[in-house]
């Protein structure tokens, strides 16, 4: 990995470090509930906001082909990061696998309990879905999570349903 890209992993396990000691202090001072619901809904709100200035107008036409190829990019920072792939597309479903996520690697290595990193993965992923259901307007779900415990992210995205 260029001397750039690993920068930008780095920038990442910041990111995943700042989450943590938030979601920590947030927990303390407010109680687990509201530290998830706030960082969820803010994490949620970038990924929109994401969505909007980084895909194609294509994309955000709903080409799920052409969102689903944009996620899962070939570029070299972010296959170092999380590698993520496509395992199956049709017109109306992708799912997307990613076998790296260094946001967990990050929490694991800070000692956090098993169950605070899969807090912390589920709080994280709000930017996942804010992207594909904000100006992408599909619907995302996981079915496996590398902060659960399973090997990869397994991402299943379908076109909303009419008027949802």
């Known amino acids: ?21 938030l979601f920590l202090v947030l927990r303390k001072r407010l109680g687990e509930a509201q530290a998830i619901d706030l960082m969820s809904e803010a994490i949620y709100n970038f990924g929109k906001e994401k969505s909007r200035r980084s895909y194609s107008e294509k994309a955000q036409a709903g080409d799920l082909a052409q969102a689903a190829r944009e996620f899962a990019s070939p570029d070299p920072v972010k296959q170092h990061q999380f590698a993520p792939r496509i395992v199956s597309l049709t017109p109306e479903e992708a799912v ?11 929490w694991k290595s800070m000692g956090l309990p098993a169950q605070d990193v899969e807090t912390l993965c589920n709080i ?32 299943r995205v379908k076109k909303a349903k009419a008027g949802g």
């Open 1 to 21: 990995m260029s001397d750039a890209g690993e920068k930008v992993a780095q920038a990442t396990r910041v990111r995943a470090a700042v989450y943590a000691h």
């Open 124 to 155: 994280a992923h709000s930017v996942d879905f804010g992207t594909w259901e904000g100006a992408l307007r599909y619907e995302l779900h996981f079915e496996g999570t590398r902060g659960a415990g399973c090997e990869e992210c397994i991402l």
């Open 96 to 106: 997307i696998h990613m076998s790296k996520c260094p946001l967990v690697d990050e």
